[in-house]
């Protein structure tokens, strides 16, 4: 269950977020000065979305993007992606 509702964050939004691939790129490997997220790991990505919702990461496109999700969207979110 927990991919799945990463699944559907990472390529929809759920109706929380916008969709990764909207900056990340088709296949998350980013697209010009935004990074890549597929090739990460799980704790590397909980961290920065974590720090960016905290705002100990500054960053005015990714805070707005992370403000409304929990932990546990942010853990399935992180599950996906590790699953790619």
Do not use: E, F
Not at 24 to 38: C, K, M, R, S, T
Not at 39 to 48: G, H, V
């Amino acid at each position: 269950l927990r991919l799945a509702r990463g699944q559907a964050l990472v390529t929809t939004g759920g109706g929380k977020t916008t969709q990764c691939a909207a900056c990340h790129g088709p296949d998350l490997q980013g697209q010009g000065d935004v990074p890549g997220i597929a090739d990460r790991t799980a704790s590397y990505n909980m961290r920065q979305l974590y720090n960016y919702q905290a705002g100990t990461r500054k960053s005015t496109l990714m805070q707005p993007i992370v403000s409304k999700l929990s932990v546990d969207d942010m853990t399935a979110i992180v599950a996906y992606l590790a699953s790619l």
